[in-house]
């Protein structure tokens, strides 16, 4: 699915592509005269642990089978290690107590830019209704039921190796 703008978001003209320095070939709006940089989503994703960091959390969501990280998107004007808090809250009712940044992603299959976190949280687990179970691995137990060939996985695989190879 292709996700470029083809319309100016101000005013509706068709855009048309032409040269900027330094930037090669930007959408601009002839009627506007202005360039269009190309719009996409913010999502966090978290790799929760214990305070040990020995432990790690993962979720089944809208009825799939399968073991992923905790994620949301980012809210318009929300500062993105915010969202890492409020999403965890949200989802699992855990506090974080330390958030550090790992590593990003374009995922075009959403047109989403994803930034994957490790949140250290304490607490008891109460999930709200998105989350359909949840369970806490051991390192290398997360590592084997995280869902193959996903974006969780390579984050996940990343943070427990020290290198992302996407």
């Known amino acids: ?55 790690i959390l993962l979720i089944k969501q809208y009825g799939r089978n399968t073991y992923i990280l905790v994620a949301g998107y980012v809210n318009k004007g929300e500062d993105a290690e915010h969202a890492v808090v409020r999403e965890v809250k949200e989802e699992m009712n855990l506090d974080v107590h330390q958030v550090r940044f790992n590593h990003s992603h374009y995922f075009a299959k959403s047109n989403t830019l994803m930034l994957n976190f490790t949140a250290i949280v304490d607490g008891h687990v109460h999930p709200n209704w998105e989350i359909d179970s949840y369970h806490w691995f051991s390192r290398e137990e997360a590592r084997k039921n995280i869902r193959p060939n996903s974006l969780a996985e390579a984050f996940l695989v990343g943070y427990l190796d020290g290198a992302y190879h996407f």
């Open 1 to 55: 699915m292709n996700q470029e703008m083809k319309y100016c978001m101000e005013c509706g003209t068709k855009l048309e592509m032409r040269p900027l320095k330094d930037e090669g070939m930007v959408p601009y709006c002839p009627h506007c005269e202005t360039y269009r940089f190309p719009l996409f989503n913010v999502a966090v994703s978290m790799i929760v642990t214990n305070e040990k960091e020995d432990q």
